[in-house]
């Protein structure tokens, strides 16, 4: 049976840098089908305890969950809105943990963030590591991308290449996982 990742890019930005980096980083994984999604297809009211209560939780959160649940493992690219998640990724988040309290299925991870920046979103990059260990993650991988208009391009991906070698020991690291869990 194949090893099956989800991946997907934490914006709803048509444009977003971190939708271009895990689609190009997905096809670096080797020995996995792949489920890119786009979290537009997730877009919901924003979450409110009283709007849970009223009309339950949407089905597009227990689709999203679906997803996970069905996954051997989770590649996910995080835009840095000031510092934290963006708004589209936390509503998102935030319906789909209300489905059970370990969101992540115990699945390992490759969590990344990129930024036209220095620090390559490091902030995001950092506070889902330390939180999703919290709601049912299991091991985690991660890799930030600085300053991201000097360090990739579609047609070629990380152009640096000390970037690139350690990106390349990330995704071996991240496919040791998978095999471990299939």
């Not at 670096?28 to 890119?36: A, D, S």
């Not at 390992?108 to 999703?132: Q, Y």
Request: glycine share 8%; net charge neutral.
């Amino acid at each position: 049976m194949p090893i099956n990742i989800l991946a997907f890019g934490a914006s709803n930005s048509s444009k977003s840098i971190n939708k271009r980096l895990v689609k190009w980083a997905s096809s670096q994984i080797e020995n996995v089908e792949v489920n890119l999604i786009d979290l537009n297809d997730f877009e919901m009211a924003i979450y409110s305890m009283d709007l849970e209560e009223n009309s339950g939780i949407p089905d597009k959160a227990k689709r999203f969950r679906e997803l996970i649940n069905s996954s051997d493992g989770l590649l996910i690219s995080f835009a840095e809105h000031n510092g934290g998640f963006s708004t589209a990724f936390k509503n998102v988040f935030d319906w789909a943990s209300r489905l059970g309290k370990d969101l992540w299925d115990n699945k390992p991870m490759m969590l990344m963030a990129t930024s036209p920046g220095k620090r390559g979103g490091m902030s995001v990059l950092n506070s889902a590591v330390s939180r999703f260990n919290f709601m049912g993650a299991g091991e985690i991988i991660s890799f930030s991308l600085p300053s991201f208009n000097n360090n990739f391009n579609d047609q070629n991906g990380i152009i640096n290449q000390e970037l690139l070698s350690i990106f390349k020991g990330q995704c071996r690291a991240f496919e040791k996982l998978l095999s471990a869990k299939s």
